[in-house]
């Protein structure tokens, strides 16, 4: 606690079951490339595309499950008061966003890029943002 602010422990799991959202279509995303030849991980021998598709929709399953128990917790209640589950629809929002941007379109190699490239993904963590600030400062 460097600043004298407590964290919530669902806003940590929560961020890091979406890092594990992200490694895994990270994963995902080199595997559909069929990247061969010297480029190739030797890992990915051990992965199959149903695999990891499985593997990711627990993972978003269960990220947006812990963000509605971090926005349904006395800490978020008693931090944001109770309009904080207004920020959720964007979170979902987001998550599907990002397993169609795996599944349908075959990216996720580089979730950088879709953060700053895709308009979906941009439109979730705008809209997120924007329901946060209103709800904390309004």
């Keep these: 606690v460097v600043i004298g602010v407590s964290l919530s422990p669902w806003i940590s799991i929560c961020t890091g079951l979406l890092c594990m959202m992200l490694v895994i279509g990270k994963r995902r995303g080199e595997l559909f490339q069929g990247k ?6 030797r890992q990915l021998d051990k992965y199959s595309l149903p695999f990891l598709d499985q593997v990711n929709v627990v993972l978003a399953a269960s990220t947006f499950s812990a963000y509605m128990f971090f926005c349904s917790s006395i800490y978020a209640v008693d931090k944001f008061g109770k309009e904080i589950i207004f920020t959720s629809p964007f979170v979902l929002f987001g998550i599907i966003n990002y397993i169609k941007v795996l599944t ?34 309004v």
């Design 104 to 137: 349908v379109d075959g990216l996720g190699e580089d979730p950088t890029y879709l953060i700053f490239n895709n308009r979906n993904t941009q439109l979730a963590l705008v809209g997120w943002s924007l329901a946060f600030i209103v709800i904390i400062y």
């Design 36 to 41: 061969s030849g010297e480029f190739r991980m």
